[in-house]
């Protein structure tokens, strides 16, 4: 009898940046992320971008940028790739190495168990002050704003990203 102890290799930031395709690494651990979102998908977090951006742009002191899809090098071995992030911080790589200010994520029938576990704990260790997951099937919103490191869902849909800045979400217009 053979017994094996086989451990997966662990990859870093400069295993994944040399890879093909779209990826996520969660400690170390890839996570090969779909071809292309559904249409739904696409059309949802297409009216919260609009949304966002058409907020941010009303507040002349606001400093914050959206960002789509941009790489978050968390550390060496965590490297996601959120739906929509808002940044209040000049980047200065082409890629995330700071935590955004809000994240949203657009909920799929193949990344929901994902987004409501893995990256939920990740976004609340790393100190991202509002989680938004949307879900298009159910037509839901959920807000969890940063509060004493933990997670608490709110109702609020006026969120005060920064000083002067804020963001107002009709999340009846995604679902239209």
């Known amino acids: 009898m053979y017994l094996f102890n086989f451990e997966p290799p662990k990859y870093t930031y400069n295993d994944y ?3 093909k395709d779209d990826w996520e690494l969660v400690n170390g651990y890839p996570i090969q992320l779909l071809p292309s979102a559904i249409w739904k998908h696409s059309q949802t977090l297409s009216r919260c971008n609009f949304q966002v951006v058409k907020s941010l742009e009303q507040n002349e002191d606001c400093v914050c940028n959206v960002f789509i899809e941009l790489d978050w090098k968390v550390n060496d071995f965590t490297i996601l790739r959120p739906d929509l992030m808002i940044v209040c ?3 200065k790589t082409d890629f995330l190495e700071f935590p955004p200010t809000l994240i949203v994520e657009v909920l799929t029938p193949a990344t929901t168990v994902r987004d409501r576990t893995i990256k939920y704990e990740i976004y609340q260790s790393q100190g991202v002050k509002f989680y938004i997951l949307l879900d298009y099937i159910k037509k839901t919103a ?7 490191n933990r997670y608490e869902q709110i109702n609020n849909l006026d969120l005060e990203i920064e000083k002067n800045c804020f963001v107002n979400f009709d999340f009846e217009k995604l679902w239209k």
């Not at 959920?142 to 004493?148: C, Q, R, S, V, Y």
Request: negative net charge; aromatic residues 16%.
């Open 17 to 19: 940046k040399n890879w």
């Open 89 to 91: 911080e000049d980047l």
């Open 142 to 148: 959920e807000i969890f704003e940063l509060k004493n």
